[in-house]
């Protein structure tokens, strides 16, 4: 995974990073986000490139205390450059409305990957390291108090393990200091009913991590 000083390097829209003058302030972004939306727009720097419709950057509060991450955009987000558009993301709303959020409002959504795979196929290795700038580009502008992490893909990203989906949840890890909660991707739980009462019990841990930071 690229480090912090990597990101606006790799991406080549500006210089990695600039210093502030005050301790307090520490690093802050060399770009914002028309340049991050440009960059996923007009990124060639894997295939997916070649077969998507557009790229999905992500959607909602800019400076949300809130980040929800999911795996990549599928055939609805392709065509609407939107992610969570379709029956997934109406039960990842309700899912946000069962613990008082919703998509515009304290809470920004994007994907591991900004570009669909074709046939919705599980994304390679190679197209995780391409796009792994651009997330974390992300991360830095909205600076989220709390990572709500969508499914065993997002959450083996993020923490990079191997480790299955039943052995991540249920508890708080940390994604560069940030708490981060694993969920099941809603995508899966259309298939899966059952699972519906897990992932509530995800978003209560999560609600209450929130609420002690």
Known sequence: MLSRDDVYKELGIGPA?????????????????DELSDAVAHCT??????TRTQGVLGVGDRDADWLVIGEAPGADEDRLGEP???KAGKLLDAMLASIGLARDNNVYITNVLKSRPPGNRDPEPGEVAACMPYLLAQIELVKPKLILALGRF???SLLATGAPLASLRGRVHAFRTIPLVVTYHPAY??????????AWEDLCLARRTMQRL
């Open 84 to 86: 969570f558009v379709g």
């Open 45 to 50: 720097r894997c295939r997916l490139s070649e």
């Open 189 to 198: 739980l259309l298939r899966s009913l059952p699972d519906k009462a897990r």
């Open 154 to 156: 997002a959450a083996q």
């Open 17 to 33: 990073w600039r210093l502030r003058d005050t301790a307090s302030e520490a690093r802050a972004p060399a770009c914002g986000w």
